[in-house]
């Protein structure tokens, strides 16, 4: 059987060092707001090419404290609007809404799955303060072009990169492309914890202290709260296992990339559609999509040869029960995506041959 994601082997092909980073910090005595924290705050804001970097419980919470943090700011207002591709996970509207804002859904390139910028423009109205670059299935968003809408509009550009730790535009990474980014250290991404984890990263310094003290109960100064705050923090065991990890990214990222140039160049059925590869450091191939109309005959086709895949996403954000005020929109290319995209399995534990085996199976479906 070839898992879509083995994380007991990804896990085990870092040790013996996450066990060390984890017994070092419980026998520190010291686990909120410490030195590991500290450590891979400032080894994370580097990596990214950033000025700060400010750790959060999980990804959702990342980007939520990134508007919070503008609200408090008087950036923006309770009700504006910020503009977000339809076909994202759910989390990156829910961001949203849970800072008090409104998602306008963008429909997304039916190529690229992120964002398009020529649809973006006419979603623009008085009320709208940022557009929300989601880097989806670990590709980036096209900044060159949304940094010119944004700066014609006076925009913020909120960076959801939790699928894209370490994709390039031109030499600059993700979560240094925008004015903030949100990244998610969910076990399954590309930085994965043991558990859950986020992190903000900016160049804007009130930005980050204002965030800073956001996610530590509005807090600059022990009991002095400045803010209604949240409690979101990246937890020092996390930290640990993070700077364990991030030390092997590129070339985790790089193996990622290896692996979808396989697929690219040995997946020749006609009923399946691969993702193009423009320029290579722009992807990490989180997620590897393939699209077939006949998707869900292929995915048992495969599961049949014992090749695990999985969909993201089954269900639109504007087609769930719990964004009912959204159903009505029509958005054509987003549902495409949905009713089609399959994602084969991609990441570095999979061997020469398990990869193989993928192609021969994708290419033996007959529909
Ligand atoms: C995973 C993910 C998030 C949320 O991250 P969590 O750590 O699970 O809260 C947000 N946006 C996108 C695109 C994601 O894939």
Redesign the pocket.
């Known amino acids: 059987m070839i898992r879509y994601c083995d994380l007991k082997k990804i896990t085990e092909s870092h040790e013996p060092q996450l066990t060390e980073a984890v017994n070092r910090v419980i026998q520190s005595g010291w686990y909120i707001l410490g030195n590991e924290v500290k450590t891979f705050e400032q080894e994370f804001a580097e990596y990214c090419g950033c000025s700060y970097c400010i750790g959060t419980?999980?990804?959702?919470?990342?980007?939520t404290i990134i508007m919070l943090a503008y609200r408090e700011m008087g950036v923006m207002q309770e009700g504006d609007e910020v503009i977000v591709p339809a076909n994202?996970?759910?989390?990156?509207l829910l961001?949203i809404l849970q800072a008090g804002l409104k998602p306008v859904l963008c429909e997304p390139e039916w190529e690229s799955c992120n964002i398009d910028p020529g649809k973006i423009e006419e979603l623009i109205t008085p009320r709208t303060k940022a557009i929300m670059a989601?880097?989806?299935y670990g590709r980036c968003a096209n900044i060159p072009q949304i940094e010119g809408i944004a700066k014609r509009h006076s925009l913020k550009i909120i960076e959801?990169s939790?699928?894209a730790h370490g994709a390039m535009i031109d030499g600059k990474r993700t979560g240094n492309l925008g004015d903030a980014a949100?990244?998610?250290?969910?076990p399954?991404?590309n930085l994965g914890a043991l558990g859950?984890?986020?992190a903000i990263t900016t160049n804007d310094k009130e930005l980050a202290s204002t965030a800073r003290a956001i996610a530590n109960y509005g807090s600059e100064k022990k009991y002095i709260n400045t803010y209604k705050g949240v409690n979101s923090r990246l937890d020092e065991i996390q930290a640990a296992v993070l700077s364990v990890k991030l030390q092997r990214l590129d070339a985790d990222n790089e193996r990622r990339r290896a692996i979808a140039e396989r697929y690219n160049a040995g997946i020749s059925n006609r009923l399946v559609k691969t993702p193009s590869i423009e320029k290579r450091e722009e992807h990490v191939f989180?997620i590897y999509p393939v699209f077939c109309e006949q998707r869900d005959k292929l995915q048992k086709h495969l599961l049949e040869r014992g090749i695990e895949t999985l969909i993201h996403y089954p269900v639109p954000p504007h087609k769930q029960e719990a964004l009912g005020e959204y159903a009505s929109l029509a958005l054509s290319i987003t549902e495409r995506i949905h009713y089609e995209e399959l994602s084969l399995p991609c990441n570095p534990t999979m061997s020469d041959s398990d990869v193989t085996a993928v192609i021969e199976a994708v290419n033996s479906f007959k529909g």
Do not use: E, M
């Open positions: 419980g999980n990804g959702l919470d990342a980007l994202t996970y759910i989390a990156s961001s989601v880097h989806l959801d939790a699928q949100g990244f998610s250290f969910y399954g991404k859950d984890g986020g989180h």
